[in-house]
């Protein structure tokens, strides 16, 4: 059975950084979990989950414009993990993070709570 736990979040004021972690756990996913390309996804209250950050097989990544140039995804294939440095946090960042497989979704986690004060 795949599991996602996400962990890290917390609120932070205007300008603060957090550091997010997913570890995935279940036999098929952990053996296999260096070949998969990762992300970071969030929902908003009332507003549809929308994607954050991908990090390949082979350490490239990819981020939403919003987040360019403030957040970092990276991953350790050795503990099935992978963090997500957010740095500049703004308001608007303020939502549920959520991890999966870039494609081809697992069943979500329960996500962190990220909640930016201005």
């Known amino acids: 059975q795949v599991q996602l736990v996400e962990s890290g979040g917390g609120l932070v004021q205007a300008g603060g950084s957090l550091r997010l972690s997913c570890a995935a756990s279940?036999?098929?996913?952990?053996?296999?979990?260096?070949?998969?390309?990762m992300a970071w996804f969030r929902q908003a209250p009332g507003k549809e989950r929308e994607f954050v950050a991908a990090?390949?097989?082979?350490?490239?990544?990819y981020y939403a414009d919003f987040v360019k140039g403030r957040f970092t995804i990276s991953r350790d294939n050795a503990k099935n993990t992978v963090y997500l440095q957010m740095n500049s946090l703004k308001p608007e960042d303020t939502a549920v993070y959520y991890c999966?497989?870039?494609?081809?979704?697992?069943?979500w986690g329960q996500g962190t709570q990220v909640t930016v004060s201005s």
């Open positions: 990090i390949r097989w082979n350490g490239s990544t």
């Open positions: 279940g036999r098929t996913f952990s053996s296999s979990f260096s070949t998969y390309a």
């Open positions: 999966n497989r870039k494609t081809d979704w697992a069943p």
